[in-house]
T-cell receptor
Framework: GENVEQHPSTLSVQEGDSAVIKCTYS??????FPWYKQELGKGPQLIIDIRSNVGEKKDQRIAVTLNKTAKHFSLHITETQPEDSAVYFC?????FGKGTRLSVIA | DAGVIQSPRHEVTEMGQEVTLRCKPI?????LFWYRQTMMRGLELLIY????????DSGMPEDRFSAKMPNASFSTLKIQPSEPRDSAVYFCASSFGQAAYEQYFGPGTRLTVT
């Protein structure tokens, strides 16, 4: 089955700085690469996704980049704001990573 | 749109009791997923349905767990008998299509088994 690793497990940044979270996977057949954001007491919410035929996708302050050869994809958040503080999950296939707790310090 | 609806939001029960969790997917979505989230194991897929048919139940922990989807707008996850180690937050999610693209999660049910 799919083996998913997510790094780092925790990340603290100053407001306005950038944050990058990396996800590696093992199943070369994976073709869908989403990132979810989970706030306290809520269910995960899809924030951005990418299909295997695209290398990068941007949506305002967030972007996802995919390297299928190396089997990893990354979430990039620029100009971070306190409301970006949450736990972020990658989920190639139906396997979720362990999550990255992002804290944005004002 | 009301989003995915789960009930109850919180459930406290004693070991050995039967627990039934309920989910109403987003109208028009034809795939439904049940997940369990704990600190130790993270977010785990238990089972998913497509067009009301179970496709993959390999994540169901043991025979004490069962899930049904009698129609396109309702699903249940049942635990009988419940054990303290079943304490977790259970999420239901739905999506459109056969693949697990763009899943929309419900608010979850926090289950505590004493």
């Amino acid at each position: 089955g799919e083996n998913v690793e997510q790094h780092p497990s925790t990340l603290s940044v100053q407001e306005g700085d950038s944050a990058v979270i990396k996800c590696t996977y093992s199943d070369s057949a994976s073709n869908y690469f989403p990132w979810y954001k989970q706030e306290l007491g809520k269910g995960p919410q899809l924030i951005i996704d990418i299909r295997s035929n695209v290398g990068e996708k941007k949506d305002q302050r967030i972007a996802v980049t995919l390297n299928k050869t190396a089997k990893h994809f990354s979430l990039h958040i620029t100009e971070t704001q306190p409301e970006d503080s949450a736990v972020y999950f990658c989920a190639p296939g139906l396997v979720f990573g362990k999550g990255t707790r992002l804290s944005v310090i004002a | 749109d009301a989003g995915v609806i789960q009930s109850p939001r919180h459930e406290v029960t004693e070991m050995g009791q039967e627990v039934t969790l309920r989910c109403k997917p987003i109208s028009g979505h034809n795939s439904l997923f049940w997940y369990r989230q704990t600190m130790m194991r993270g977010l785990e897929l238990l089972i998913y349905f497509n067009n009301n048919v179970p496709i993959d139940d390999s994540g169901m922990p043991e025979d004490r767990f069962s899930a049904k989807m009698p129609n396109a707008s309702f699903s249940t996850l049942k635990i009988q008998p419940s054990e303290p180690r079943d304490s977790a937050v259970y999420f239901c999610a739905s999506s459109f299509g056969q693949a697990a693209y763009e899943q929309y999660f419900g608010p979850g049910t926090r289950l505590t088994v004493t």
